[in-house]
């Protein structure tokens, strides 16, 4: 029992990079689907074969419960995207996120200032609108507008660039 | 909830599982399974008036065999594909090898003989009912292999759902030689694999939703 509780722990560590690396455009809901899967772990714990990898089985449980989440909260909100077991987002390539990362500041550098800036400080470093209008010197409502024009650019280029 | 607590809160209490809680959940589905398949068989067909005979026939014990080989192999899979993350290893192959033997034994008898044997080699006198007659007898192990996989974790629902109607099928088939008085390759590599595939689609189709968990 204090074995399973310290493996549980070291699990939920384990589990919180896994998740977290999957899902980066919501690091909110990481911590609920860091006990989703611990509880899917925990309730099929008679499925393991002490002969098969550990992290094999443990990731295919979050990978299960992960897409079941995103399935269902896209259902909740209308968006009704098929998430299947092919979607990049569940590449095993640990450098997707970084490549992904990567590709959107090297689109980020195309668009101007009053639509870059915005998008940087709102949405990549999390800055109030207030405080990016302060660093920026640029109005409220002018940071307000080129967050979503900025936004609309860039999902063009994305499109584009596909 | 913080995680800890949650941790602390799983943890807790007799967390102990008996072993091999896989392997005898689909031992004793299959064992119910097989059993209403054989009730299903007695009531509906009835075993073949010449079964005492055909014990004595090679080619009797070349289909069970090859019908007994599916069902093992495919029962294989689906306590595979049943736990997560565990490879499938030699199954695949497993599958193909008896099917393989029976198209190559099948090949060989249809190119010796002219084309209106060759057609009796092929259909047979009960081509035309025995693909349903072997889903029909696979409903009772369908039921009770799903039954066994929803106790277990399925990730991939669609192919986990595939392979419970395989096994089903499989041992349908198994059940339906105890009936079926057809013994040419032939007309068992296309009729008996027709009437596995039936449950094995009907499961593929229905597997997302019965699987969920």
């Known amino acids: 029992m204090v074995a399973y509780h ?27 689907l860091v006990q989703e899967a ?29 897409v079941d989440w995103l399935r269902r909260r896209a259902n909740r909100e209308h968006l009704n995207h098929p998430w299947d077991d092919e979607m990049d987002v569940f590449s095993s390539a640990e450098t997707d996120a970084t490549e992904a ?36 010197g640029m109005s409220v409502s002018a940071i307000k507008v080129g967050v979503h024009r900025g936004l609309k650019a860039l999902a063009a280029k994305i499109r584009g660039a596909d | 909830m913080k995680t800890d607590h949650f941790v602390a809160m799983l943890a807790s209490g007799n967390v102990a599982v008996a072993p091999h809680a896989p392997a005898r959940r689909y031992a004793t589905a299959l064992g119910i399974g097989a059993l209403g398949s054989v009730i299903l068989m007695l009531v509906l067909l009835g075993p073949r008036f010449d079964l005492a005979d055909a014990l004595w026939i090679p080619m009797f014990w070349v289909k069970i065999t090859f ?7 495919s029962v294989h899979l689906a306590l595979r594909l049943a736990r997560p993350g565990s490879g499938l290893r030699w199954v695949p192959s ?53 039954w066994a996989m929803k106790g277990l974790a399925p ?3 669609r192919i986990a759902g ?12 198994l059940v339906y030689c105890l009936h079926c008085p057809e013994m040419a390759a032939p007309f068992i590599g296309t ?14 189709v229905l597997g997302p939703r019965l699987l969920r968990w």
């Not at chain 1, 384990?14 to 998740?19: D, E, K, P, Y």
């Open chain 2, 191 to 204: 009729w008996y694999v027709l009437g596995i595939l039936i449950p094995t689609a009907v499961g593929a």
């Open chain 2, 67 to 73: 019908v007994a080989v599916l069902a093992f192999a």
């Open chain 2, 162 to 173: 595939g392979a419970a109607g395989l096994a089903a099928g499989a041992v349908g088939a």
């Open chain 1, 38 to 66: 611990l509880l899917a772990i925990h309730n099929q714990r008679h499925t393991y074969d002490s002969a098969q990898p550990l992290t094999a089985w443990v990731h295919a449980i979050a990978k299960y419960k992960l």
């Open chain 1, 101 to 136: 990362k990567r590709d959107v500041h090297k689109l980020l550098l195309q668009l101007p200032d009053r639509q870059r800036l915005p998008i940087v400080y709102v949405k990549l470093e999390g800055m109030s609108v207030a405080e990016a209008a302060d660093r920026t």
């Open chain 1, 6 to 32: 310290a493996f549980l722990k070291e699990l939920s560590a384990h589990l919180r990079g896994f998740l977290r690396k999957r899902v980066t455009n919501l690091p909110d809901d990481v911590e609920d």
């Open chain 2, 94 to 146: 497993a599958l193909a090898a008896p099917i393989i033997a029976m198209w190559l034994l099948a090949a060989l008898l249809l190119i010796g003989v002219d084309s209106e044997q060759r057609y009796v080699l092929l259909f047979g006198n009960t081509s035309k009912s025995c693909p349903w007659l072997i889903a029909l007898l696979s409903v009772p192990v369908f039921v009770a292999v799903i």
């Open chain 2, 155 to 157: 990730t991939r629902l």
